[in-house]
Nanobody, 124 residues
Framework: VQLQASGGGLVQPGDSLRLSCAAS????????MGWFRQAPGREREFVAG????????FYADSVKGRFAISRDNAKNTVYLQMNSLQPEDTAIFYC??????????????????WGQGTLVTVSS
């Protein structure tokens, strides 16, 4: 499956942003989807994941209550709504797909396909 992330940009602290990840090539609903991010000088980390039908979600503690992951299987797209953005959220955000239906993985190695990343910069 090919993944194309978009929606990044420069925002101010407290602003919101919605990332999108469009999938093509395989049956999108056969995949658990995840969002990861990599801040400058840091390792890539898990942000959020969602099961095949959206019935299950899981978040990193650092974004819980601020970010929301969702998916639209009819549009082959997964979203990450990010609210109350802070400078520490500055990172390249990546979407990823895992060949599974229910189990949301939090480690990179468990995901099979990756998008190219979209940069989110939070700065005043």
């Amino acid at each position: 499956v090919q993944l194309q992330a978009s929606g990044g940009g420069l925002v101010q602290p407290g602003d919101s942003l919605r990332l999108s990840c469009a999938a093509s090539g395989r049956t999108f609903s056969n995949y658990v989807m995840g969002w990861f991010r990599q801040a400058p000088g840091r390792e890539r980390e898990f942000v959020a994941g969602i099961s095949w039908n959206g019935g299950g979600t899981f978040y990193a503690d650092s974004v819980k209550g601020r970010f929301a992951i969702s998916r639209d299987n009819a549009k082959n797209t997964v979203y990450l709504q990010m609210n109350s953005l802070q400078p520490e959220d500055t990172a390249i955000f990546y979407c990823a797909a895992k060949r599974a239906l229910l189990r949301i993985a939090v480690t990179e190695s468990e995901y099979d396909y990756w998008g190219q990343g979209t940069l989110v910069t939070v700065s005043s």
